[in-house]
């Protein structure tokens, strides 16, 4: 073997900024992940504040029709694509190394690269807005409006998107493949798969979700990249094409997609809620194949986007959405007999984790409607479908990414965020969260469509147009402290020690911020909490388990 | 445990009094600005409920909805009142360091919460496959055909002869009094939807319903209007993302009485059978060429001489969508003192306009409001 032919890191140079941009670490990958969807949540999030200040009132004020459309357009591209997709993945790259005790993700380097394609391909569809245009025919882009150039987008905004989605779509897929080596070839001795954190679990549904579906929307975007350069006829029906097939296609990987920006999120709560009511996670391993089951049904149910295209099989898409609620109810019911007759300490993450069981309920059930199909075709396409998708992915995810952030930060920099600023933080969230997507159930019943830059005010929207719009910047104001709250502790910040909240995965075990290859030695694994285990006493019932030993180290060097 | 306990406080108090502060404030305000509280309550309640159905099958879909509605309200109370009662009821006290019962699972509880929620899906599953058999099966024999082209941005409505083949009368102008889609209320109405562009949707949100208007196929369903609902007018708008116009793309539901709806479609028949296109005259002096491409006149400006009759040479360019040429005095929301006949591209039409003072004019489609140009006359 030719190991030493590997030349060691000349670790001398790498320092300060340089270590940050060359660096293969999982966890300074894990933090970069952070850092660049967070940016891009801000852009996303100014984008839709320029929505809401043009809805607040009837009439056109400050935006022009085209223009509106590349606004929510990228809105919606940036917030799925490069903000609550890769955030997760954030997370996911730093944690789930930690807590299955490797000192690393499988590979590194390709790590690194999954990571880096990211800001390019951000980049790529924020590039459109100097090239005369970006991206304006919504997240979905649907042919033939995303094919007519004159008719739709100007400019190379469109094609720009398609480039940039495709590469985001394969860094997602070489992570995924990344998460699935790590989880399966390098788990600490005693960690069986019925030991490993939920939070695991839900990145290794994940990454099967992503490795099936991005593929076949990759393959959506290059035929509508073929049809818009090179004369293609794959969606354009003037030639033979048939529009709904890219819808089809796109959808089969986009309602996967929804499981892909919610269960890591899940994950991350179903660890916050145990360790803050100092009791296990109530149905462990039925929350394990609620998991998969959703992850298995969430394969089936695409066509539910397509109720009214006239050219879908309906009943079994609704029944097979309306299943889909069963193993979600499931969780749910975990979630909360896990709180029960616990002692919860209403710390920061845990309130964010509250916020998200309380909001992914209502963007649970509300989404129930659009499963019965007649309902469907009364709610389909309106500001109902705006309310439901954003109680799933705000009210969900971004509360469960908050939850995360607030319970691992201290890991990460070794200091605490101020309970009170998070606190105040997390009110304001909350309040202009549903001031902002609430009263959008009502205007879509009221027969507001999506998408519209303007309305009548003889519609009688104008009210609760307000009301969301006044939502949306209590929303952008919650920002400031939590801007705030990071800036402060990063300079100053209470130290947090190795194990803050008295955790139960291995992530505690070890120093914070950990160090390079993450531990010394390991503790013993006889569960799925191995530090719960070791502070109160319990060790294997059998007592059969060697002692592990020395924690396993990388065989090659990369800094 | 001093680090610990800075990190964990050991109660919510902060969120709760911000939570009560809040509160009071919102109310102090609303007693202030004077809001009627009941009033504002029993607005929010309907506004969680559809509007009214005009339509049969609205009609059912709202029972359908509101089946869901009241099921959906009792998990919603049930759950979200249990996490609450739950994070009230099992706080940590203060001092308190001893561990709950490590409770892992319960077969039970799992199973229950299993079955029952599987029943209640399946019951709503059942229920609305019903509700969809009876909307959206199409009727044997539907008394009226009418289809309903929508290219960027505007809606046609052809009305059919009773095999739905031949069209009798097209209307170009989808809103307003001499505008929209007249239908026969207590009729079976079958509509056609076609798009020559990209894809719409033809919705009207007291129908409760829409459908996709997807270029290369044909859709199509029935309904029909109450009865009662004679001589109302309904407002209905494209749902599906269709461009920069994809706003104004609105367009009107006259409901008629049966006898109403005959009487005005043979009156429009003949009307429109009796006036042939204008031809040209042969006397006006000046003529003017406007083309239109892409939803765009392709002249910003043209000129005329001032005091004498003019002609107008249009060039619609655009493939299934329709255009004008009409004058508005000094801007485009000024005065309308001439309106051209409306048609679809690529086709052409001469309009003779009548003598007009010197000064500036716009001309404007009226199809497509924000299709300008400026026409001076000289």
Known sequence: MATTALTPAASTYRSGLYAWLTTTDHKKIGIMYLINSFVFFFIGGLLVLAVRAELAQPGLQFVEDQFYNELFSMHATLMIFVFIIPILAGFANYVVPLQIGAPDMAFPRINALSFWMLPLGGGLLLLGFLTGGAAAAGWTSYPPLSEDRPLASVGSGQDLWIVGLVLIGTSSILGAINFLVTIFKMRAPGMTLFRMPILVWTVLVTSVLVLMATPVITSALIMLFIDRNYGGSFFDPRVGGDPVLYQNVFWFYSHPAVYVMILIAMGTVSEILPVFSRKPLFGYKAFVFATAGIGALGFSVWAHHMFTTGSVYLPFFSLMTFLIAVPTGVKMFNWIFTLWRGKLTLATPLLFALGFLSMFLIGGINGAFSAAVPVDFALHDTYWVVAHLHYVLFGGSVFGVMAGFYFYFPKMTGRMLNETVGKLQFVLMFIGFNLTFFPMHQLGLAGMPRRIADYSSAAGWNDLNLLATIGGFTIAVSMVPFLWNVFVSLRSGPIAGDDPWEGNTLEWATSSPPPPYNFDRLPEICSERPLFDLRHGRTHPAATMPDPGPAPQPTHSAG | ?378
């Not at chain 2, 407002?235 to 706003?247: D, I, M, V």
């Open chain 2, 1 to 378: 445990m001093s680090s610990t306990s800075m990190a964990r406080p050991s109660r919510g108090s902060v969120t709760a009094v911000a939570i009560v502060v809040l509160l009071v404030v919102i109310g102090v305000a609303a007693v202030v600005l004077g809001f009627d509280l009941a009033r504002a309550a029993q607005s929010f309640v309907d506004g969680l409920y559809p509007p009214r159905a005009v339509t049969a099958e609205g009609a059912q879909i709202r029972d359908l909805y509101t089946i869901v509605f009241l099921i959906a309200v009792a998990i919603f109370l049930i759950v979200e009142g249990l996490i609450i009662w739950t994070v009230i009821r099992y706080r940590r006290k203060p001092g308190d360091d001893t561990l709950p019962a490590q409770t892992h699972g319960n077969n039970l509880a799992e199973t229950v919460w299993t079955v029952v929620p599987t029943l209640i899906v399946i019951f709503l599953f059942v229920v609305s496959w019903q509700t969809l058999n009876a909307v959206d099966t199409p009727a044997a024999t539907p008394d009226t055909h009418i289809r309903a082209v929508a290219g960027q941005f505007q809606w046609q409505f052809d009305y059919l002869d009773n095999d739905g083949t031949t069209v009798l009368y097209t209307q170009n102008l989808a809103t307003g009094e001499g505008g929209g889609m007249a239908v026969p209320a207590g009729r079976t109405v079958r509509l056609t939807l076609t798009s020559p562009d990209v894809i719409h949707a033809f919705y009207v949100p007291q129908f409760l319903f829409k459908r996709d208007v997807v270029p290369g196929r044909v859709n199509q369903f029935d309904f029909r209007v109450n009865e009662a609902d004679a001589g109302q007018t309904f407002r209905g708008q494209c749902a599906e993302l269709c461009g920069a116009g994809h706003r104004i793309m609105l367009f009107d539901v006259h409901a008629m009485t049966p006898t109403d709806f005959d009487a005005w479609l043979q009156e429009r028949i003949q009307e429109q059978n009796a006036t042939p296109p204008p031809r040209p005259s042969g006397e006006a002096g000046a003529t003017v060429d406007i083309s239109a491409l892409n939803v765009a006149f392709e002249q910003a400006e043209v000129r005329v001489p001032a005091g004498a009759p003019f002609r107008i040479v249009f060039d619609n360019k655009d493939q299934g969508i329709p255009h004008n040429v009409a004058i508005h005095r000094d801007s485009p929301t000024g005065e309308e003192l001439f309106q051209g006949e409306i048609f679809s591209g690529p086709d052409q039409r001469e309009y003779e306009v009548p003598e007009l003072d010197a000064g500036t004019y716009a001309f404007i489609c009226t199809v497509h409001p924000n299709m300008t140009g400026t026409l001076l006359v000289e």
